[in-house]
């Protein structure tokens, strides 16, 4: 079973500041992990994923997130926050070795960007 | 437009009614998802389709819930006998089989129900 637990339901950054949004996860084999982002009224798009591959993965619009299996975390970076960043954002897993897109989420992380 | 579409965007309706909702996936898509997304909740899995076959269904998928994706392009969730607990933003997704750790999601925009 996995699961994935997204510390901080809100967080609020100053525009040109960085970003820190954290994901913790649990699974009983290794994971593949994704970062989603939900702008209002649109659907979910990804941000970026972890498939065991590079631990430090880059994403769209100057996101990162690094694997860190020791923290069993995959927190997301961004150096330099802009207005249009302000959204929800997703953290989830799902199982490697698995070839379809069932993904355990996390509860979001609503991101707000003050000028 | 190419992507996920889902009709109707938003639905409101009185406990105990049933509903429909619609998911037109990306054309050369053959796996099809239904999310469920309450409000301050990440989605949560539904049921998948490859091509017309239904392969997987959560437990969050009651008897009272049917999906189905007849010809393996569209794919319809119907609710019946609705009651104030099913409220939420239903997410179709779809991807392409063969893809392996690559395969990504394309959500659609939801359709949002209130039962009243």
């Known amino acids: 079973a996995q699961s994935v637990t997204q510390l901080g339901s809100h967080v609020s950054v100053s525009e040109g500041a960085l970003v820190l949004l954290r994901c913790n996860y649990s699974?009983?084999?290794?994971?593949?992990l994704f970062w989603y982002v939900q702008y209002p009224n649109q659907g979910l798009q990804l941000l970026l994923k972890?498939?065991?591959?590079?631990?430090l993965v880059k994403g769209i619009n100057g996101f990162e997130a690094e694997f860190k299996k020791s923290e069993t975390s995959f927190h997301l970076t961004k150096p330099s926050a802009h207005m249009s960043d302000a959204a929800e954002y997703f953290c989830?897993?799902?199982?490697?070795?698995?070839?379809?897109?069932?993904?355990?989420f996390g509860q979001g992380t609503i991101l707000t960007v003050h000028p | 437009d190419t992507g996920v579409s889902q009709d109707p965007r938003h639905k409101i309706t009185k406990r105990g009614q049933n509903v429909t909702f619609r998911c037109d996936p990306i054309?050369?898509?053959?796996?099809l998802y239904w999310y469920r997304q309450t409000l301050g909740q990440g989605p949560e899995f539904l049921t998948y389709?490859?091509?017309?076959?239904?392969?997987?269904k959560s437990r969050l998928l009651s008897d009272r819930f049917s999906a189905e994706r007849p010809k393996g392009s569209f794919s319809t969730l119907e609710i019946q006998r609705t009651e104030q607990g099913d409220s939420a933003m239903y997410l179709c997704?779809?991807?392409?089989?063969?893809?392996?750790?690559?395969?990504?999601?394309?959500f659609g925009s939801g359709t949002q129900l209130s039962v009243l």
């Open positions: 997704a779809s991807s392409l089989i063969g893809s392996g750790p690559n395969e990504k999601l394309f």
């Open positions: 699974s009983s084999v290794p994971p593949y």
């Open positions: 972890y498939t065991s591959a590079a631990t």
């Open positions: 989830a897993v799902r199982p490697g070795g698995t070839s379809y897109g069932k993904l355990t």
């Open positions: 054309s050369e898509h053959n796996r």
């Open positions: 389709f490859q091509n017309e076959a239904q392969l997987e």
